[in-house]
């Protein structure tokens, strides 16, 4: 059994949800588990005494520069019960502002700018096979919608 302190993940919208087709930022990262590059939501492991909600926050501005005025829960789920306790909690984050990142030293990404329905058109092609950004995704997409 691995025991993991949870992390958060975020579907960054550039657009309105409500538009037709909202606009939103995945980050392309070399992953050296997956030996290239997988197109994802920006997220990552809670810090000590940290908030899904703080985490969400942090995470997005380290990686991707952007600031929300709201993050708003989405969904939590396990990753992999079978072997480990990890949860990871899915916000959308609306009200962007553009700022600088903040990338660790082993982290080697870009920015894609999409419609949402791209990428879950990458989803069903198979060239987006993240499973946390595959579940985001499905739920901002059913956010987009409501």
């Known amino acids: ?10 579907v960054p919208f550039l657009d309105d949800p409500r538009d037709p087709d909202p606009r939103i930022i995945l980050i392309r ?5 997956a ?5 994802e939501i920006p997220a990552g492991r809670l810090d000590n005494g940290e908030s899904p909600l703080e985490c969400a926050a942090r995470e997005l501005r380290e990686e991707t520069g952007y600031s929300a005025s709201e993050l708003i829960p989405l969904t939590t789920f396990y ?10 909690h899915v916000f959308a984050a609306v ?20 419609p949402i329905s791209r990428a879950m058109e990458m989803i069903q092609a198979g060239e987006l096979v993240d499973g946390k950004s595959m579940i985001g995704l499905f739920f901002a997409s059913r956010f987009t919608r409501a």
């Open 1 to 10: 059994m691995v025991r993991h302190p949870g992390a958060s993940a975020v």
């Open 29 to 33: 990262q070399y992953r050296y588990a």
């Open 35 to 39: 030996d290239g590059f997988v197109h």
């Open 79 to 88: 990753t992999t019960p079978g072997f480990t306790d990890e949860r990871i």
């Open 95 to 114: 009200g962007l502002t553009e700022g600088e990142s903040e990338l660790e030293s082993d982290e080697i990404l870009d920015l894609v700018h999409m």
